[in-house]
């Protein structure tokens, strides 16, 4: 069983701080664009990235009071696994709505038009085993929850099926349209998968190099840092295809298709 550090980085509480920041704007960005558009998909992943931000949000506020509160005694509550426990659980809950938001973008599709929402279902249930899991890790230890490596990677692949659904009907959408704005958007949103994948591919580093190589046992390894400013790209730029803002298209502006 693979634990989380004990202690808390500086350096990794603001940057955890200022990427939860960074989300929460582009966030609110989504919400103020659904309630101009009143769009099902719009509110979809305006939630979808309400949970991920209350992840990182719950993450900095546990890193925060287990960094004031420090040294933490041992048999006291630790205030940074719950942190990173519940913002994994709140990352479950944005996977299962990054789905029902691909499922709604790409609903003409051949694979939604037959299944309609059995895909978006099974993940919910797939995803709703993740937040299972951390309950039964609280519950087996109230003040000082460990998150197994076996539930990481758990985590890691569920992520990894959201954000290649997205990625994967994406690509396509951006072969068959045909004007320069309308790939520009699938290409932010293209990107904006890629940088979801990437977050957790360098979380996952960050876990397997604290275990294995010398000198990162207390964690906090360069992989981390690089992970939770991916999450910065991903939200911005699904905001950008998704939304394409006025002065996006107005630089996509029509005037030859070069393919």
Not at 9 to 23: D, K, P, Q
Request: net charge positive; aromatic share 16%.
């Amino acid at each position: 069983m693979a634990d989380l550090p004990s202690d808390v980085s500086l350096g990794a509480l603001i940057t955890v701080g200022l990427v939860a920041l960074a989300v929460t704007i582009v966030v609110i960005f989504l919400y103020i664009r659904y309630f101009e558009r009143r769009r099902l998909a719009a509110i979809t992943l305006a939630v979808t990235f309400t949970f991920w931000d209350l992840g990182a949000i719950s993450v900095f506020v546990g890193s925060l009071i287990h960094y004031l509160k420090q040294p933490i005694l041992e048999g006291s509550l630790q205030y940074v696994r719950y942190g990173f426990n519940i913002g994994y659980a709140l990352s479950a809950i944005s996977n299962i709505f990054l789905v029902i938001f691909v499922s709604q973008i790409f609903a003409q599709s051949s694979v939604f038009r037959k299944t309609y929402k059995f895909i978006p279902l099974i993940n919910a249930i797939f995803n709703g085993v993740t937040v299972g899991l951390i309950i039964d890790t609280i519950i087996a230890d109230p003040k000082n929850p460990a998150y197994p490596l076996t539930q990481t990677i758990y985590h890691l692949v569920m992520t990894f099926i959201a954000f290649l659904l997205l990625l994967f009907f994406s690509i396509g959408a951006r072969g068959r349209v045909q004007l320069r704005w309308e790939k520009a958007g699938f290409s932010f949103i293209i990107g904006s998968a890629l940088a979801g994948i990437m977050i957790y591919l360098m979380l996952a580093l960050d876990r397997v190099v604290t275990l294995l190589v010398p000198g990162f046992e207390d964690g906090y390894t360069p992989f981390l840092y690089i992970g939770w400013t991916f999450a910065i790209l991903m939200c911005t730029l699904a905001y950008a295809g998704y939304v394409m803002p006025t002065f996006l298209r107005r630089l996509f502006k029509e005037e030859k298709n070069l393919g």
